[in-house]
């Protein structure tokens, strides 16, 4: 009966996986969405995007990716701080930068 106990807890371990898995490949198609959307022309899309970036960057910090994405969500935000049409959109690029800040301060890869 031990045996069946510990099979039971194997497979259960191995579905938690794939579940987190999924969802952790959901969230980076999320920020990908995001992301292009932050490069959309629309102000407004703009700064929904920005919302939607920092949200998810609240709920959930992927180094690796957070890594990999580096250069292209810094050049959004600063293109944004300096040619944003809106101070709405400044202050959401504003907001989403120091999130990003606070996610990667202790990575070294990051202060280069």
């Known amino acids: 009966m031990p045996r069946r106990k510990k099979l039971n807890s194997c497979i259960a371990?191995?579905?938690l996986e794939e579940e987190c898995l999924s969802e952790i490949e959901i969230w980076q198609e999320k920020m990908c969405e995001a992301m292009d959307l932050a490069e959309g022309k629309c102000s407004q899309t703009r700064t929904n995007a920005f919302i939607s970036l920092t949200n998810l960057l609240q709920k959930r910090v992927m180094l690796d990716f957070l890594l990999g994405q580096y250069e292209t969500l810094s050049h959004l935000v600063e293109r944004s701080l300096k040619k944003g049409h809106t101070n709405q959109e400044?202050?959401?690029?504003?907001?989403?930068?120091?999130?990003?800040?606070?996610?990667?301060c202790q990575v070294q890869e990051a202060e280069q």
């Open 90 to 104: 400044q202050i959401e690029a504003a907001h989403l930068l120091s999130v990003l800040v606070i996610s990667l």
């Open 13 to 15: 371990e191995s579905e």
